[in-house]
């Protein structure tokens, strides 16, 4: 049987998109050729690429807005470096909620000034500073929308006439936002969209070619877009797999849709944690993440046993961040809501002794 | 019926490579859940990258040599800037034996001084230059060992004190040299070893360190060392389709083995280009590889019946590169000598008339 797949990332994909990567590792689009052993320039991978990008500006809502959307190589963590090589010309804000935005300050350091406008590092982290202000002189504000590692997600954005750039790896696609007003988002592919090795990058064009310094080919924003995001060869499996989940979304009915699906997935995870004594969660309630859900136990000398029932459950992938310990679900898109129901079926039948 | 894959990257792969990857995709190591929704740090994957890391070792006798293997992204491409921004403190040289080795030395200027040593760009990098002297005061010497474009292949690489660089994407794995001359390998995977997505880096760990600027993490040699190759996620299906294609060479007898094949193959097919006076090959006899052929029509009015009938043979992939025109039949590890034999008889049996 199918394990309920509480990880973190690379996580869970949609069972139906696992189906169909599995077909065309063999035989893609019935050509006697597998899927990864075609040429990316070839018409049937143009087509899965441009597929890619249009269904995620579409279901973003920002299609013929002057947004762009990439598909690139090395992740979350080569944005960090991207962002400030591309944009930070003299001064950047940066949010600190965790260990992701906190390496993504230290990689823009070393292209100018940047400032912490809020952090919440004094409290490991468990709560999203609120009552900020953006300095107006800085070149961007910077933000992670969701910390996967501690689980709090940030439920408003701030309003600015600075560009504003958003790390939503851990919840893009998850939930409905003004996405207008974020002027870049980039998303490490291994959460709610595909397999890890491909980052979506969705840009506002407008924003590029206003810093001096000399930018790498492989760094620059604008030589990917100029080149349909395929200056070099892309992370093709990476890339077909987004797609079909991507449009996997698209057919269930979108963010509106899966939205609601996450909120009663969070709703009935978050509720058992609170009315069950021997459970707490980690972080202020109103920052609480809908994607991961960190807690302990009260007591615990009862973890050998919750972890054994979980395992006897079926249930995988709980085990908090080495940083936080205790327990972290991921609840990402592909979840179904009957997983969660499984944990929380072994959380009510967890007894005291 | 499979075709026959000449494509020159992404290519042809091991059939049960495809197999297995393919089954993984569903169900990996038996543990209900795919490879691609598992964590890159649980114990499953780490022993799949470990293993992809020690066989390439292994595989080119650099074992316990001072080198490691590294499975980075960004491609090739991005080893052109990363070998500079770790290497390259005042001058290095390079030899620009095409399209790539070009690539490479505009991304090195923003560095420091470059120095062409060698350039075959006047003909068109038809051919693999010669006695060209190698700087003893630059940091290091960079050349490309097989130009995928042209279809050049170079035969020796010279004695130097400095360090020795490699773009190998087009021919590692494919034929024995003295590995332990060079200080650093890379080449993406796409060719003789995996998907797109994954690029291997080897490299002496002594000669890093001596650079003053400061190098972003995500493009440190360093830093991808003292993480074990897992700084940030990996991609994670191609370090794993790359470690399958390793064992497959490793079991079929390592490079000692496949190079024989690989010269019958090259042999097979050069020798109908020479034998038939429809055709000829493009690029200097001595500088021909084994990898890539690059040939013409010696009349172009057989166009039309060469191609339809290739077609018709399920023959697939030999366009030329839009740079070079003509009929590019790459032959990769992973490709049977029937398909090459199938290809020399359509060659064959192509009449004048
Ligand atoms: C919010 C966030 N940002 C960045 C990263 C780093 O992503 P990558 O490993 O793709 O570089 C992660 C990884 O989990 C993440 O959750
Ligand atoms: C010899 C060589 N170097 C570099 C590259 C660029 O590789 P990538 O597309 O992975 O960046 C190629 C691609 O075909 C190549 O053949
Ligand atoms: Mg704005
Ligand atoms: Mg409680
Ligand atoms: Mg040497
Ligand atoms: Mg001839």
Redesign the pocket.
């Known amino acids: 049987m199918k394990k309920h797949n509480f990880s973190a990332?690379p996580c869970i994909l949609p069972q139906e998109v696992l189906q169909k990567a599995s077909e065309a590792v063999l035989n893609f689009n019935d050509d006697n050729l597998s899927l990864i052993e075609i040429s990316h320039r070839s018409k049937p991978f143009v087509e899965v690429i441009e597929k890619a990008r249009s269904l995620a500006l579409e279901l973003l809502g920002l299609e013929n807005k002057g947004y762009q959307a990439l598909f690139l190589q090395g992740?979350?963590?080569l944005e960090f470096l991207m962002v400030a090589y591309n944009l930070l010309d003299k001064k950047a804000a940066y949010l600190n909620t965790g260990t992701?935005a906190d390496k993504a300050i230290k990689e823009a350091k070393a292209f100018g000034e940047v400032v912490e406008i809020g952090s919440s590092k004094d409290k490991g982290y468990n709560y999203i500073p609120k009552g900020y202000t953006i300095p107006e002189d800085a070149d961007y504000f910077h933000c992670?929308s969701?910390n996967?590692v501690a689980g709090t997600q940030m439920k408003d954005f701030p309003e600015t006439n600075i560009p504003l750039i958003c790390?939503m790896?851990?919840d893009i696609f998850s939930r409905q936002l003004d996405f207008e007003k974020f002027d870049l988002i980039y998303a490490?592919a291994?959460k709610n969209m595909g397999p890890a090795g491909a980052?979506l990058v969705i840009i506002k064009e407008e924003i590029l070619g206003k810093v001096e310094r000399h930018i790498p080919s492989m760094l620059n924003y604008q030589i990917h877009i100029d080149k349909d995001s395929m200056f070099n060869t892309p992370s093709v499996f990476a890339i077909y797999v987004s797609m079909l989940t991507l449009q996997w979304l698209k057919d269930l009915g979108g963010i509106e849709f899966i939205e609601e699906v996450n909120n009663k997935k969070a709703a009935l995870l978050y509720d058992e944690i609170d009315r069950n004594p021997l459970f707490k969660g980690i972080v202020a309630k109103e920052d609480r993440s809908t994607m991961n859900a960190t807690f302990t136990l009260t007591d615990d000398s009862l973890k050998e046993k919750f972890d054994s029932m979980c395992k006897e459950a079926g249930i995988s992938g709980i085990n908090g961040h080495r940083s936080v310990g205790g327990y972290r679900a991921s609840m990402y898109n592909a979840l179904p809501l009957y997983s969660v129901q499984a944990l929380v079926d072994v959380m009510k039948s967890l007894s005291p002794s």
Chains 1, 2 share one sequence.
């Open positions: 990332g992740g979350a963590s992701w992670t969701n996967t790390d790896s851990s490490g291994q980052t």
